[in-house]
Every structure is written in structure tokens, then in C-alpha cells.
């Protein structure tokens, strides 16, 4: 086996053992946790006796001995049984102890990995079936030592795996991991204008990833600040929701670096709801955090940080319960490090779909997230990547970047870089992913970005250009008044009218009394408008008149709610009617008119209106008691960033001739190849 592919599809090979005692979505229980326990014991291998020795001569001198066994077997983690799969698979009949004895004697930080597979369960089901001493001799066969596979092979290998699991349950596999060439991207644009800062001598880097799946966007980061200076200290932190992820991640880590420290800052849980790294800072944050998937389960804990203003995560909103990606870019930024006299401070690139770009009317979650983010010129840059890229979607995704210490050049402004169109085919399609980007397109994208110039691929726009106020637009209600037959109806079903024959009295006696004397009032009330019948009304003013002087014959003084629900039963829409007018003599609004119009926020509203919207509907007027609730002036404050729009090419349709000419020549080949049929 010379490649990663062959070395996943070798052990993919292990469901051909199991198939027909596991179902398809639980082949990972079997696959993973073995493909972790043999590149660990490959590695413990070497140092085997030296970790037994040590145990057994110092186990009855020293309560702990970690230190001392850690150094033995040359990693942070170690086993001190007396088993490995050779001896394991020696002992046939007893494997199935063995192998819990064997997992028993590792430190606790490895047995913590391991449980996370929910490890015990898989063996007892495989024994149960006799097909455990089968699976263990399978991987038996293969050699994951860090020597034969590297640690960015078995990156590869295990995202090749999860892959497959995914699409055999239909399982969104972009939850677990991405593109390697997207996380290139991703790190070369965060990096890029930090390049000689990171040479320098003694530097600390802190790298996070607060979905971090299988690990790939740390350790790719770390691989490169440590490309730019070996002697760079790279620390990187994570979390991950999902169990088996996380434990695949870990267990990864600890074979990268002999402290273990690294693996040690992979936490598991829900960064929304449990974070794990709170009052930590990053110098860079990558992630591609789960889109279009709600965050229900997190939505008490959610929503009780964003009461708390931003004091919490969420202070700038919550976006839409089935899509909870925005919550996750907020996270990051919660842990971007203070930038002071030229010093400090974060980058971060995260990967979301198309809905976090113009999702929500103004004043809506997203909205004010993302009015949050341009306020604060934390937006730097967007790129827009080929579709067909994922390997569970073909759909178009984005990586933002963010800081807070962008460049004199950058301040105020945002780039967006349209890069869909670069790339190249694949040669053998995995999943939805039919399409790469190419170590040279990475340059290429980069330059884009490095170089801040406005081209075919390239615009760049002040902040405000994306913001707006949405402004509420109403027109005068017309009404007339007919108290005929089928308007007096519709009286009866307003529940101002109903409630004239309701009691709450717990007196039965007074109760039927007061239901009694409320029916004689709703016929007086209905005899009153049949009365007005032969007259039809188009001015509210006369009408209601009229009304309170038949009412006031009988002294019957109506209350506000019944003289409303009056004229919701008997006026009707009228455009030739008059203007219906409250007791200041201001207009009321028809809300079937209601429009609203979205200003850009360099323009005045009133200007605006009296421009575009008065020459075409010269009754209207701005509602001025429709207002921002941050700053309280007309009209509600919007944000939205429409890509695709900025870089739409119109492409006029094809001259008539030219279609008719191919629709011609299409006949005569049709009718050439129906002679050939009949001759």
C-alpha cells in the first residue's frame, strides 16, 4: 500500500467481516476505535518491555509512577499490561478479556480516548457474533506506525473513513472535516500578513478550533507557522461535539508531540452550550462550523448568554434556531486577544454557506450579528470557492476572515474575492466532491488577497456600503360605510360584540341575568346600524356622526373597542372613499398598503423618499415612530453582503436568427436520420 486511499480502503474492508451482524451506520463502532488502538499500539510497540520493566519494578515503591512511564515509552500516554495485538491474537479463546485488560492498562489520558468509542459494548457485540479475533487479525495486517504512515496521512486516512460512513447513513460528513485544500487556503490568507512576526525568535502562537472534528485545521495551521520558524511554540486548543471525532482527534494529537500537550487542549462537548476554553485568547481561529443544522439542544444555555448583553458570547443577537453556524464565528471573536500599540490581536477565517450573507430583514438575529461585525471593521475579507468542493455538498460556501488588527489600507473597508470559477476537475469524484483547488490556484487566491486590488475578482467596499434602513411606508385607508345586511354580520363575529352576551359572575342567577341584559344590548346595537341601512357613507367622520347621534337618543355612549370593531365590520376599502382620519386629523394607514423601503445608510431617509417614493405614490408618508432600537432614529438598521450580485456579468440573449438557424439545422439532421430508419 503506497497511499493513503489504499490504506483507508483496506481497512474500510473490515464491513465485508461484519456486514451481516452490524448495520451500515454502525460500521464506525467496529472501524474507528481499531483503527486508533492499532496506530497506538504500532507506536508503543518499540518501548514495550522498557514501560513493563519500569512498571514492575517501581509499582510497589511509588503510588505515581506517570512521569516515570510516560519517559519509558517516549509519549504522554503509555499501557502496563502485558498484552499487544500479537499476544492478544495468540490467545484465542480468551481475546475478548484480554482486549479489556489490554485497554485497562492504558494511562487514563488514553483510556479516556478510548471510552469515547463506547469501546466495550463494540467488543462484547463482536464476540457475541465470533468475529473478534477475525477483526483484530485484520488489522493486525496493517502497519499505522507514524513512520510508515504520517501524521498527515492519518489524517487523511481517518476524514476518508468518516467519509464513507457518512454516505453510507446519508450523514452530513462536512459536520466532520474539510477539504484539505480549503484549509490550506484558509491558513495561507490568516497567516499571510503576519509572515515576519512569526519569525521571530521565542514566539508563542495559540491556534483554535472550536469544531475541530478529526483535528485537520490545527494541525495544518501548526504545520505551517512551524514552516515559517521551526523554533515557533505552537500550542493548539479544541473542541468537539461529536464523541467519536473527538477521540480520533485526541488520540492523533498525543502521537504528535511527547508532552502531550497539545491533546490535552481537545476537549469534548458543545462549544455553544459548554465551552471548554472560556477566558481564553487565540492568535488565529479557523473552523468550518456545521451549517443549516439547529441548535436546538443548546438553546436554554444560548439564549441565557445572550440576555446577558455582551457580557456574553451572544450579545450581538441569535440567528435562526435550524442554523446556528453565526453562533460559532461570535465564539471565535469572543476569543480574539487584545491588539495595543501595534501588538497582539487575532485573525480568523471560518467557512459558512451562502445564508449568512443576506439571511434576516433588519433587526433580525443575523442582521445584527452581522451589523455587529461591520461596526466594529472586524470583517477583513470573504472568499467565494468554487461549488462541487465538499464532500457532502455542491452548494457555494464562503470563507470569511476576520480581525481585529487589520492593516491602515484594510481599515473600514471589505474585500470580497469571487474564486468559484478557480479550480480544477478531479479525477475520480469523492461524493459530492468533483472539483480541487490546485496548489497553484492556492497562491493564486492568496495573491488576490494579499495584494488588495480592485479587478474582475476583486471588489472592495466601505463597511457601510452593506448597511441600510429599512423604513416603513404607509398610505391613508379609505373607507366607506354601509350598514347593510352582510356587513351588520360580520359584527357578530367580533369578539367585542360576542362578549356583550358573557359573564364571569359565579352567581348562576346574576350570571344568566347579565348574559340576558348583554344580548338586549347587542340587538340594540344591531337595530341601531339596521336603522342606518338606507345610507351609505364616504367620509368616517359623518358616519361615526351619525352613529353616536342614534346612540344618543337612546343615551347609549359605546365604548372605544366597540366603535373599532364597528368599523372593521361595516367600512370597506373604497379608493374613491375619504381619507379615514383620528381625532388630530392624521391620517390612519391602510396596512394592506404598508411597503417599506431600504435606504442605504449614506442617505438621508427623508431625501430619499421625497426622491424615489412621493413622485409615485404622493399620498404616502415615512412612519416616524418605526424606529432603530440602537441608535433611535427612523427606520430600523439592516446589514447584508449580496456577493453574488456585486460580481453578476449580464449576458444578452442570443440573437432570433442565430436560434432559429440551429433550430433548423437540428430538423434537417432529424429528418436525415428518419430516412436512414425507413430506408
Known sequence: MTNFRERANFIWDVANLIRDSFKRGKYQDVILPFTVLRRVDSVLQPNKEEVLTTYNKYKEKLEDMDDLLRQSSGYAFYNTSKYDFERLLADHEHIADNLRRYINGFSDNMREVLYNFDFDNTIRKLDDQGLLYQVMQRFNEIDLHPDTVSNMEMGYIFEELIRKFNEATNENPGEHFTPREVINLMANIVLEPDLEELKKEGIIVKVYDPACGTGGMLSITKDKIQEINPDADVRVFGQELNPETYAVSKSDFFLKTQDGKDAENILQGSTLSDPKHSGETFNYMLANPPYGKDWKRDKKTVQDEADRGYAGRFGA????????????????????????????????????????????????????????MLENDWLEAIVALPEQLFYNTGIATYVWILTNKKSPERKGKVQLIDASDIWEPMRKSLGDKRRRISDEQLKQITRLYSDFEEGDKVKIFENEEFGYRKVRIEQPLRLNYHAIPERIERLKEERVYQNFAKSRKKDKEEKQKEIEEGKKEQQFILDVLHSMSDEKFTNSRNFFMRLKERFAEHDYKPKKSLRNAIERAIGEKDEEADIVRDKKGNPESDTDLRDYENVPLD????????????????????????????????????????????????????????????????????????????D
Open 317 to 372: 443577537g441569535t440567528p435562526r434556531k435550524n442554523d446556528g453556524q453565526l453562533l460559532f464565528t461570535q465564539d471565535m471573536l469572543s476569543h480574539k486577544a487584545p491588539f495595543e500599540d501595534g501588538k497582539g490581536g487575532s485573525r480568523i477565517a471560518v467557512v459558512h454557506n451562502g445564508s449568512p450573507l443576506f439571511t434576516g430583514d433588519a433587526g433580525s438575529g443575523e442582521s445584527e450579528i452581522r451589523r455587529w
Open 603 to 678: 442617505e438621508d431617509v427623508f431625501e430619499y423618499f421625497e426622491r424615489e417614493v412621493k413622485p409615485h405614490v404622493p399620498e404616502a408618508w415615512i412612519d416616524e415612530d418605526y424606529t432603530d432600537e440602537k441608535d433611535g432614529e427612523v427606520g430600523r438598521v439592516g446589514y447584508e453582503i449580496p456577493f453574488t450580485r456585486h460580481f453578476y456579468e449580464y449576458e444578452p440573449p442570443r440573437p432570433l436568427d442565430e436560434i432559429e438557424g440551429e433550430i433548423k439545422m437540428l430538423e434537417e439532421q432529424i429528418q436525415d436520420l428518419m430516412k436512414e430508419v425507413i
